[in-house]
């Protein structure tokens, strides 16, 4: 349960994104940096690993996310 007032019905990390917009616009931009900035991976291979790595940390919000993906 979040500890802050969230939008429903969005999956995972985006629902703090879309309520703090100026935070979520540099959280998108590591994410795109790291799963899709140049890398002998394809996209679906850094998904796989975010979505493992995710599940490792017992962070269902993220792997849930990238599961999606």
Do not use: F
């Amino acid at each position: 349960m979040p500890h802050i007032p969230l939008p429903e019905d969005a999956p995972g990390i985006v629902e703090p994104m879309i309520a703090y917009p100026r935070t979520g616009r540099h959280l998108t931009a590591l994410a795109e940096k790291v799963l899709r900035g140049p890398s002998s991976l394809t996209r679906i291979e850094s998904e796989i690993i975010a979505t493992h790595v995710s599940c490792a940390n017992g962070c269902t919000l993220c792997s849930d996310l990238h599961a999606q993906r």
